[in-house]
């Protein structure tokens, strides 16, 4: 694969030159699944990979995804320069006050009892505060499975008579989030919604529906 990019240059020059020419979101987005067909079509053509099975060319896809947006991630993560960084400090701040004197008990969580042995939740909160290690949205979503994936088989060895619902899950999430503070949330939240959204699946559209839900939430919670 290596040796793969490193012919492939020309398009990555032409990737970085011509996405900060894009100004609104939709053509930024279009360039980008343009140009990832466009080259991933080139690797399959390519003599190396023609006899490669199915799962090595989706790896290898996989790879050039990460490849290409390592060189955009900055312009495609913000694109509105300070503004974005600026109301990502915020709200970062805003959640490291909360974390200061959020409990389980608090009255717009209400976590039962029966949920709170694993409290605060390490092991998601590990998950979740990696997000931004990432630089593909596919990724970052990958993160919030592996959380909300977390969550849930420990509130289902809690209570065993019972499978948790949303209504379970969503105040741990919360709290979880509050306590890990991952740096960059809604910038997060505008990059993978711009760059993956329309190829999320049923499931990961509806983790990462519930994990934007709890971010919207936590904007409001004093």
């Known amino acids: 694969m290596r040796m793969f990019l490193e012919k492939q240059q020309k398009m990555i020059n032409y990737l970085i030159k011509g996405?900060?020419?894009?100004?609104?979101?939709?053509?930024?987005?279009?360039?980008?699944?343009?140009?990832?067909?466009e080259i991933c079509s080139i690797m399959e053509e390519d003599d190396i990979w023609k006899a490669a099975s199915?799962?090595?060319?989706?790896?290898?896809?996989?790879?050039?995804?990460r490849f290409a947006m390592s060189h955009i991630y900055t312009h495609a993560m913000f694109p509105n320069g300070e503004m974005d960084v600026s109301r990502d400090i915020l709200l970062h701040k805003h959640i490291k006050?909360?974390?200061?004197?959020?409990?389980?008990?608090?009255?717009?969580?209400?976590?039962?009892?029966h949920y709170r042995?694993?409290?605060?939740?390490?092991?998601?909160?590990?998950?979740?505060?990696?997000?931004?290690?990432?630089?593909?949205?596919?990724?970052?979503?990958?993160?919030?499975?592996?959380c909300s994936t977390t969550i849930m088989n420990i509130l289902s060895m809690s209570n065993e008579k019972s499978v948790p619902a949303a209504d379970d899950f969503m105040p741990v999430l919360i709290f979880v989030l509050i306590k890990a503070n991952p740096p960059s949330l809604l910038s997060t939240v505008q990059y993978v919604n711009s760059f993956y959204e329309k190829r999320m699946t049923g499931e990961e559209m509806y983790w990462w529906m519930q994990f934007s839900s709890a971010i919207e939430f936590v904007k409001t919670l004093d």
């Open 54 to 65: 199915d799962i090595q060319l989706e790896a290898a896809r996989l790879l050039i995804e």
């Open 97 to 113: 006050e909360l974390s200061r004197t959020i409990t389980p008990q608090h009255r717009m969580l209400c976590i039962p009892n």
């Open 19 to 37: 996405f900060v020419t894009f100004r609104s979101p939709d053509e930024k987005t279009d360039f980008v699944e343009k140009f990832l067909r």
């Open 117 to 146: 042995h694993e409290c605060p939740w390490p092991s998601a909160q590990a998950e979740i505060y990696k997000i931004n290690v990432y630089k593909t949205p596919r990724d970052k979503l990958a993160c919030v499975l592996r």
